[in-house]
């Protein structure tokens, strides 16, 4: 199935503005305010299932591996005052095209039921995440990035056997 995104366009970090923003408004309106925390596993998840899934990327912007989990670092900047606590900013739903809203809104049907600690567990027992950080022990910094492909082929696998 190939299907056409719309929000990963430029190698600057709007796009991943554009994702983090969809699915904070998603969540809001359904009753959930995302954490930082629990809005970089949602990013994440969105992106991989999107290359796994329809062969195309959300963000050209690449996910580290860091103790957490995923973090896609200019989302985290934006929002690292927040800490533990709600993000509670005004942010407007960005247009997106309406295979991307769908994605996402599955994305959040799937994934957003879980909270972030359960969703940064999830990902620590993955390939991309583990492989990334190279036998790094789990509660060690780690900068490395999380390969796109090396993602893409995993849940690619996972969405195989369903």
């Known amino acids: 199935m190939n299907m056409t995104f719309d929000i990963a366009t430029s190698p600057d970090t709007s796009a991943s503005q554009e994702l983090a923003d969809f699915l904070i408004v998603e969540s809001r309106e359904r009753g959930d305010l995302l954490t930082p925390l629990k809005l970089q596993k949602l990013m994440f998840y ?16 690449r996910f580290q591996a860091w103790v957490h989990g995923p973090v896609a670092l200019s989302q985290y900047h934006r ?18 095209t309406e295979a991307t809203a769908k994605h996402l809104c599955e994305i959040v049907d799937i994934f957003g039921v879980e909270t972030g600690p359960a969703l940064e567990a999830m990902t620590h027992q993955e390939l991309p995440w583990i492989e990334a950080r190279g036998g790094i022990p789990d509660d060690q910094p780690c900068n490395a990035f999380i390969d796109k492909n090396t993602t893409k082929v995993f849940y690619a696998a996972l969405a195989a056997k369903d």
């Open 46 to 61: 969105a992106d991989a299932w999107s290359l796994a899934l329809y062969e195309q990327e959300l963000t050209t912007e």
């Open 79 to 96: 929002f690292k005052e927040n800490r533990w606590r709600p993000i509670l900013d005004e942010i407007d739903r960005p247009d997106m």
